[in-house]
C-alpha cells in the first residue's frame, strides 16, 4: 500500500467515512499533512507522525477543542478548526481553504485574538497537563507567579536543552539567563490569559471565508504578550494592523512593543534546542538588553 493509501485507510478507520481522493499538503517539518476528501463531501485534513511521543496527539486536540469553543467560531475574526478525529499516531480536522491577506481581515484578527486572550478561566499561570512546543516537552504545571512560570517552565529547561547539545556558549547562558531572571521588573504583572502557545505566523491561517484560522496549538495560560512576541518573530502578514486592533480592543500596558523581544527569548531557545543555528546566539543579543 502507498503511503497516501496508507493514510487514507488509517483516517477511514476513525472517521467511519470513504476517503475517495488525496493530496500531500507542504508545509510542517514534525508532521505529515495530507488533504482528505470524504465520500460526504466533506474536505479536512490529517496529521500524522509514526512514534509520536505518548500524548502528542490528545494535547493538542485538547487545545483545539479549548479554543474553538473560547473563540466561538461565529464570523467575529478569529476561528479554530473542527476536531473531527485523532488517535496516538495522526489527528483530523477539516479544511480550511487558504486565502490571502487583507487590511479588514487583520484588523477581525487582532481584534479576535484579544477577546480569545481575555476568555481565560485560570486564576493560575499553566495548565494541568504537559504539552508540546513541536515535538518537544513542554512543562506546564501551574503556579501563581508568572515570573516564576516563566523563568522555571519557558527559559530554564530550554535553556538547559542548549547547554547539553552544545549550541550555547557559557557566556551566552548566563547573559539569558540573568535576564530571564528579571521577568519580574521587565514585564507588568497581568492575570493568565488564554494562549495558543505556538503562534508563529505558519499557524496563522487566512481563511478564502474572510476568517483567520489558528492551528497547531500548545494552549496554556499565560502571560498575553507571549502570543504577540511569537507573532513578531518570524514575521506576518500586516502584523502592525493587527497588533493595533488588539491594542484598540484591550489596551496593552505601556512598552509592550520593546517588550516583545523579551518574550521571544522562549521560542528562540526552543528552536535552539532543536536545530542549533544562530536561534542561541539571537537570543543573547536580545538579553543583553535587560541582563
Not at 84 to 95: E, F, K, M, N, S
Not at 239 to 252: D, F, G, M, S
Not at 255 to 266: P, S
Request: charged share 20%; net charge negative; hydrophobic share 45%.
Amino acid at each position: 500500500m502507498t503511503r497516501l493509501g496508507a493514510v487514507a485507510a488509517r483516517a477511514e478507520s476513525l472517521l467511519q467515512a470513504a476517503v475517495v481522493a488525496t493530496s500531500p499538503v507542504a508545509g510542517g517539518d514534525v508532521c505529515t499533512a495530507t488533504r482528505l476528501r470524504l465520500s460526504d463531501g466533506t474536505t479536512a485534513l490529517i496529521k500524522t507522525l509514526p512514534g509520536a511521543p505518548e500524548g502528542f496527539f490528545a494535547t493538542e486536540a485538547r487545545g483545539l477543542d479549548e479554543l474553538r469553543a473560547a473563540a466561538g467560531n461565529n464570523g467575529s475574526g478569529l476561528a479554530v478548526p473542527e476536531l473531527l478525529a485523532h488517535d496516538h499516531d495522526c489527528l483530523i480536522v477539516r479544511w480550511i481553504e487558504p486565502g490571502k491577506p487583507t487590511v479588514d481581515v487583520a484588523t477581525a484578527f487582532g481584534r479576535g485574538l484579544a477577546r480569545l486572550h481575555a476568555s481565560a478561566e485560570s486564576t493560575q499561570f499553566g495548565s494541568d497537563q504537559d504539552g508540546f512546543i513541536g515535538p518537544i516537552p513542554m512543562p506546564n504545571s501551574p503556579t501563581a507567579d508568572w515570573s516564576e512560570f516563566f523563568l522555571t517552565r519557558r527559559v530554564l529547561p530550554y535553556l538547559q536543552a542548549c547547554r547539553d547539545r552544545g549550541v550555547v556558549s557559557a557566556e551566552e547562558a548566563g547573559i539569558i539567563e540573568r535576564a530571564a531572571v528579571r521577568v519580574g521588573e521587565v514585564v507588568p504583572p497581568e492575570p493568565p490569559a488564554r494562549l495558543h502557545g505556538d503562534l508563529w505566523n505558519g499557524n496563522v491561517l487566512w481563511g478564502t471565508d474572510g476568517i483567520v484560522s489558528l492551528i497547531d496549538p500548545a494552549a496554556y495560560s499565560g502571560h498575553r504578550e507571549m502570543d504577540l512576541g511569537m507573532l513578531a518573530l518570524f514575521g506576518l502578514p500586516l502584523l502592525p494592523r493587527v497588533l493595533a486592533a488588539y491594542h484598540e480592543t484591550t489596551p496593552l500596558a505601556d512598552g509592550w512593543e520593546d517588550r516583545l523581544a523579551f518574550h521571544q527569548l522562549f521560542p528562540l531557545l526552543v528552536h535552539a534546542a532543536r536545530f542549533g543555528g544562530g536561534y542561541a546566539a539571537r537570543a543573547g543579543e536580545i538579553s543583553r538588553r535587560y541582563a
